[in-house]
């Protein structure tokens, strides 16, 4: 139980940088944002990505546009502000510094 608890959080964490990894590629559709991150094993439900992406949206990181469809409602895609671009390339950063801690950690052997 302990062990699923510490996955979650660490897959919620790592959540932000996911979608903003996938926006990053071009305009996509928040269905298609959760296609990729279950094909990624990272389980994502409509209720959890949508409220991710109004945050985003919101802190200026995001930007939308209403596209029209020709089966249903017009469907929102979203894109990369120059703030978002900036943002990812610090958690970019962010990142590689985890994961080089996390290697050297799994590789540091006791004299």
Do not use: H
Request: include cysteine; charged fraction near 20%; proline fraction near 5%.
């Amino acid at each position: 139980m302990i062990a699923e608890n510490t996955q979650t959080q660490m897959r919620k964490g790592i959540l932000e940088y996911c979608v903003l990894l996938i926006i990053s590629r071009g305009e996509i559709y928040a269905s298609d944002i959760i296609a990729e991150l279950k094909s990624a094993k990272l389980l994502v439900v409509e209720g959890t990505l949508y409220p991710l992406l109004t945050r985003l949206k919101n802190n200026g990181l995001l930007s939308y546009n209403w596209v029209e469809s020709t089966s249903g409602p017009p469907r929102k895609y979203y894109t990369l502000t120059p703030l978002g671009t900036a943002m990812l390339s610090q958690l970019d950063v962010t990142w590689q510094e985890l994961s080089f801690a996390i290697a050297k950690s799994k590789n540091q052997t006791n004299p």
